[in-house]
Each structure stands twice: as structure tokens, then as C-alpha cells.
DNA sequence: GAACCATGATTAC
DNA sequence: TAATCCTGGTTCG
């Protein structure tokens, strides 16, 4: 279940461990057969997140694509060559949460793949399995263009141009929640951190996009990329300040510290008292404090 | 073992 | 707005 923060960790993962390897790739469980045939046996020079999209490329200029949606998650393992190049070490899982796996073995390859994984990427050292994507498909460089084109600005990127998503929505009537939602007004933000930006901004999700003011949306924009760079130095999203959690670093913030509203409705504002609310708009579940955003 | 739920997004009505 | 797809962990009976 991940936002951009978890993408942008898997792109630099596979660059790390996979970036000048010949790699076999494959689909154990048959739903991705032809595309990995387009890259089997050729080398990945690269991979990059624009949003919650993420894209391994191949030499043979055509380029892997996959979106993880709800329950994607990529796992990982290699030998000591693979783990040294790693940024998250020893055979883990990131997608929704990431964790150590056991005791270290000698490798001996990839083990036995599950059933459900959709693609298989081995090299010499160690091996990525993907698992329950919304996508994974092979595509040439102009779909690759066609595919980024329809995207929003992603805060994580140095050369994102935040004046596109001001002009999506200031010219929008939709409310503020729903536009940072939007994945081709704003990319890579997604229900956490919608709620928690909007919490610590203290504006109303409701309020239509239109009235917010230039100052306002900067201050959206700028704190969505403040909060997506924690979550890809952690690797969770932690979006409370030190202050009000007194006494709980960073990489022990687990979720009853970790968020100010996101999952907490029922429970008193941590800053103001007034209990925290929750309502499904446009299909998700929207967490705001009504005393503090107005 | 069923039912339900989730940090997502598209499609159809 | 509802139905649908993707998977797996948790909760329910």
C-alpha cells in the first residue's frame, strides 16, 4: 500500500542492486509472459519513479512499467554483492511495509517463486519478485512519454514544476482533498498524506481548490515534499513534528504516533481537542480535525 | 474458512 | 457513484 515515498525507494533499490546486470526476467504466474519476454536476457540501465509509476530501463530501449496500486509489493534477495549495493541490506519487502528477513544463509539463488508473482528479475547476485501490481507492462519509449504526460508534478522530482498543480487547482471546483487525489494535478500523494498535509496546513479538505490562495497551495505543495522526503529517508510516513510526540524519535514513531488524523477519527485533535473526523469522499476515506482546518 | 479491509485507479452507468 | 481488478493480513463465526 504505497505512496510515491515507497516507489522512489524501490526505483533507487533496483537501480542499486540491478543497474548494469543481465538479467533474466520472467512471470512465474503467466499474466505478464509476453512482456518479459521483450526483456529477458538484456541489461537494466536504470530505474525511476515519476509518482506512484515506476520504470526500469533496458538497453534495448524498451522500458518496464509498474504500478503498484492497493497491494503491489516487491520483494528482494541476492548475495553479499546484491545486499552490499542494497539500500534496504539483507532479503526484505517494500511496498506496504518492509522488514529484515530471517537469519543470514549462504545464497543459493532465487528461492522457489510464490504463485502469485507476476514478474521475476534474476541477475548474477540476487533476484526481485513483484507481486499483486495494478500494472506491469513493457513499453517503447513513446509510450513511456505518453504514460508520464498524463502525470502530474511529483514533489520528489528536482525538476517537477509546482506551477502545474497550481493552475490544476486553482481552476478547479473540486474540493482540495480530492484534487490532491488527483494523480495528474499532483503525483505520488496519496491518502495519507493528503489527510496529514491538509491537517498541518490547517486547511478544510472541503473547500473547493479555487479559494485557496496562491500562498496556500504553496504551502501544500512544499509540505507534501517535506513529508515524502521523510518517508523515503524512514521508509513509513511519519508526518507528526517531534513537539507532539513528545519523547518518540522518528524511527519509532508506529501509528498511534506516527500521523495526526489519518486512522485516528474518534479520537481528540492532539493540538485542539475536537474529536477527529472520517467520511468516504469520492470513494476513499477522507480524516480531517474540524477544530484545526478551516 | 469466510468476510472484510487497505497507503489505488479505471471503467461503466 | 458503483463495480471491478490486483493480494494478503486480520478479524469474525
Not at 5 to 14: D, E, F, W
Not at 157 to 164: I, K, L, S, V
Not at 251 to 269: F, I, K, L, R, S
Request: net charge negative; aromatic share 8%; glycine share 10%.
Amino acid at each position: 500500500m504505497p505512496e510515491g515515498h515507497s516507489i522512489h525507494r524501490i526505483a533507487r533499490q533496483i537501480s542499486d542492486v540491478f543497474t548494469g546486470e543481465r538479467v533474466q526476467v520472467s512471470s512465474p504466474q503467466g499474466r505478464y509472459t509476453e512482456g518479459a519476454a521483450l526483456l529477458d536476457g538484456h541489461t537494466i540501465t536504470g530505474a525511476y519513479a515519476h509518482g506512484k509509476h515506476l520504470f526500469v530501463t533496458f538497453e534495448n530501449d524498451l522500458t518496464l512499467n509498474v504500478h503498484l496500486g492497493i497491494y503491489g509489493n516487491w520483494s528482494f534477495g541476492g548475495d553479499e554483492t546484491f545486499t552490499g549495493a542494497s539500500s534496504i541490506g539483507a532479503p526484505r519487502k517494500i511496498g506496504e511495509k518492509e522488514y529484515a528477513a530471517g537469519e543470514e544463509q549462504p545464497y543459493a539463488g532465487p528461492p522457489e517463486p510464490k504463485s502469485t508473482v507476476r514478474c521475476r528479475i534474476v541477475s548474477e547476485h540476487g533476484w526481485a519478485d513483484l507481486v499483486g501490481p495494478t500494472i506491469c507492462r513493457t513499453l517503447t519509449p513513446e509510450e513511456v512519454r505518453t504514460v508520464r504526460s498524463k502525470l502530474g508534478p511529483d514533489p520528489l522530482n528536482p525538476d517537477a514544476d509546482p506551477e502545474q498543480f497550481y493552475r490544476a487547482a486553482r481552476k478547479s471546483s473540486r474540493p482540495i482533498g480530492v484534487i490532491l487525489m488527483d494523480q495528474a494535478a499532483i503525483s505520488g500523494v496519496g491518502n495519507i498524506f493528503r489527510a496529514e498535509s491538509l491537517y498541518r496546513q490547517e486547511i478544510d479538505p472541503l473547500r473547493p481548490g479555487k479559494s485557496l490562495s496562491d500562498e496556500e497551495l504553496e504551502r501544500l505543495w512544499e509540505d507534501n515534499k517535506h513529508l515524502l522526503v521523510i518517508g523515503v529517508r524512514v521508509g513509513r510516513i511519519i508526518t507528526t513534528e517531534p513537539e507532539d510526540r513528545p519523547g518518540v524519535p522518528e524511527t519509532e514513531a508506529w501509528p498511534d504516533h506516527a500521523n495526526y488524523v489519518y486512522m485516528h477519527h474518534g479520537e481528540p485533535c492532539r493540538r485542539c481537542g475536537t474529536t477527529i473526523r472520517m467520511e468516504e469522499i469520492a470513494g476513499r476515506k477522507l480524516y480531517w480535525c474540524p477544530g484545526c482546518q478551516v
